[in-house]
DNA sequence: TAGATTGTTAATCGATTAACAATC
DNA sequence: TAGATTGTTAATCGATTAACAATC
């Protein structure tokens, strides 16, 4: 039984990645009006182990019931409260290229709470262009919009090279967390948690498997 | 020592997610002149230890040398051919939305040798429009495409609920691996290796990490 | 009830880190 | 030479899988 009060330990990151997941797939099951589902439909959809899933969902305080599995509506609810997916995320784009443009006008992000509210570029022959309803501002305004519209986390979408020096920038500004789009390690204080989404990092990725053949066991299963 | 010929075994994933940011991080030195690197200095750019670094690279063909470190002409050269960069890869996206037409002018791309050449919608208002240098074509078009132009790689860069059905098209046209930027699992057979970019997925991710604190231990590191 | 499916403990597997002789 | 840094073996750590009593 897992403890109630005061969130216990960490969830570990190799499960975090997966909560996301189940959200996802849950979320559509429930639209579809789907009410319940079993480890093993989760494990079989997502390509992994029913062991695995109740493993993973044991990190969460919502209970299964034998023979009927996961109420869909409940679970939803409870990974979207752990994944901070129920709440509004404020979010600015460093870097007004094709790639952040596309993040700022990418519908995904206001369905599920992250409201893009700043794009920002050292281009001057980008600032003052529209992104939808937003105008590229330079990104000497950054610090001053983070800290007056309360942003959250921040998109690295910028060159290789302006990388680290947009993070430091962003940092600076009080930003909480960053998504690193670019190919670029970059380096921030402990409190500022970092993710990368590493597009070009996971076509070679791609590259490699697609060369020597069956590596990627645990995401090519089935069929 | 290693095994000189036959391959030997197939490097972890695990291994080869690092191996791509070491080519980038030492492509990058060498631009700047770099000629030797230490896995100490490789450990400390990439937050990682110098032990993961030296262990990463005994499943490559390539030696360092002792006081020295590692030569980054040579070791990028091993890495690039390892990770099929030095060679072209031909692809094509499916789905003309925001992020497909990003990835479709992204310029990291062709700058890695991956040609994209073929983007593909269902929507009739997008077929006809240009991206760049190419017209978006109907999906329909999509088989024939790859056949024809040799493509190995599709990205899947369409909505969720149209993610499966691009797949399989790509896939029952002889495509040889995915990249799925969709927040949905997709299932393939296993001799077509999926690596899943997860844009969104990636931003949950963040939330959480941004709402408990340190979890990104691996990720957060230095400063 | 009988059978299916849970939550959890124990066993296995793999990945990371530590340690150190070899060597430039 | 002396010291730094490698490649590799062994130890530790964490994550996945298997197994099974509890229970709906």
């Known amino acids: 039984m897992k ?21 996802a797939l849950i979320q559509g099951l429930k639209g579809e ?11 079989t959809a997502l ?7 109740r493993q993973d969902l044991s990190h969460v305080d919502f209970y299964g019931i034998s023979k009927r599995g996961y109420a869909t509506e409940g679970l939803a609810k409870v990974l979207s409260g752990l994944l901070g997916a129920d709440s509004t995320w404020r979010m ?12 700022a006008l990418h519908e ?10 700043g794009v920002f570029d050292v281009d001057p022959r980008k ?8 105008t590229v501002q330079g990104m000497k305004e950054l610090p001053a919009v983070v800290g007056r519209e309360k942003v ?11 990388a680290q020096p947009a993070a430091d920038l962003l940092i600076a500004s009080g930003i909480r967390g960053l998504l690193n789009l670019t190919l670029t390690h970059v380096v921030a204080p402990r409190h500022v948690p970092v993710v990368a989404s590493r597009i ?3 076509v070679l990725e791609l590259a490699h498997a697609v060369t020597f053949g069956s590596v990627l066991t645990a995401a090519s299963r089935n069929r």
Chains 1, 2 share one sequence.
């Open 200 to 202: 070009v990092a996971s």
């Open 127 to 134: 600032i003052g262009k529209k992104i939808g309803r937003l």
């Open 108 to 117: 995904e992000f206001p369905r599920r709470g992250f409201i893009i509210c």
């Open 92 to 103: 600015v784009v460093a870097g007004a290229g094709n790639l952040g443009r596309a993040l």
């Open 47 to 53: 390509g992994t182990t029913s062991s695995t899933v």
């Open 152 to 162: 959250d986390m921040g998109i690295l979408a910028v060159p290789s090279a302006a």
């Open 3 to 23: 403890p109630v009060a005061g969130e216990s330990k960490p969830i570990p990151l190799s499960v975090v990645r997966r909560l996301t997941k189940y959200l």
């Open 33 to 43: 009006g789907v009410e319940w589902v079993s480890s093993q439909e989760l494990a």
